[in-house]
């Protein structure tokens, strides 16, 4: 009898640790708001409809202040959200059911949920644990589990290698509100290039707010930086207010390392940063030609050393670039005249 009650006891202690596990939206049926459920989850609707999920849609939504399991939650405009703690993620169990917002969720998309940030908005995560880094979607409401800060896709999981693991420890820092229809999600695959290539949050919520993503998508595919030293639609060059111009000429150096400032579709924006950061430091500025115009990439010359870069790094990053990044290179350029 003792031990019939000791496993009865076992399996309600298995029961109660199965519900404080259940990720994205476990606190749903005890929520407190007016009319509108914030929440997705095992109780919201199935999409009826056949072949791949719908992307985008739905509608901004930033709602009330609700409680979930004696917890209270105030959605509001976040401009400055910029916090670390924990990530969870969710997959199959949400999958193909509707989002905070009237989204379908897709566990295979970069989409992520948050208790309180607007959505859907644009959202930089770093696992802390690896450096990996991702722009995400949100379009959701939770996690709801202890101190956790944000739920992510299983994909979003995945790219930021630690699904196995199940939690890892990120920053997550608010870009801008997200486009309501991204067809295929080009507008953010064009963000999460656009970071790759170096771009800092200030940047990234730039470009959030233009055009439509057809617009944008050569903003954030520049070629690796081999690639692109070696492509003959590669001119380096000086901005005239700072050096004069030159005739073309071939340069060559050894392999070193660089810090990639950021990429600029303005060129205007692009010599504003130049003339910020050249007292500090020597630069040096390429234009390439994408789909839509000339884009300006901004780096430091080569130094030898990776410490030398680290130091350089720093310095960009203090200056507001935090999406710097150091790169080994092998320097081959073509200098030329650029009109001013």
Known sequence: MERMQRQGWFLVLLGLIGLALVGCSSGAKKYKSAKLDPFAGKGSPYYKGKGQLPEGGGKYHVGKPYQVAGRWFTPKAQPNYDKTGMASWYGEAFHARKTSNGEWFDMNDLTAAHPTLPLPSYAKVT??????????RINDRGPFVGTRIIDLSKRT?????FRHKGKTEVRVQWIANAPLNDKSYKHLAMMNRAMADGSGIRQLAALSKKGAPS?????????PPAAEQASAQTVAYKAPEIAPQQQAS??????????????????????????????????????FQGDDGPLYRLQTRAVGS???????????????????????VRVQQVAAKIAG
């Open 127 to 136: 696992n802390l644990d690896n450096g990996r880094e991702v722009v995400v």
């Open 157 to 161: 999981s995945d790219a930021l290698g």
């Open 215 to 223: 617009t944008m998508t050569a903003e954030a595919a520049p070629m």
């Open 250 to 287: 071939s340069t060559s150096a050894p392999a070193g390392f660089v810090v990639h400032v950021a990429t600029f579709a303005n060129r205007s924006n692009a010599d504003a940063a130049y003339e910020q950061l050249s007292a500090n430091m020597d630069l040096q500025m390429f234009q």
């Open 306 to 328: 990776e410490d030398e870069a680290a130091r350089q790094l720093y310095a960009v990053q203090d200056a507001g670039f935090t999406g710097a990044k150091i790169r080994r």
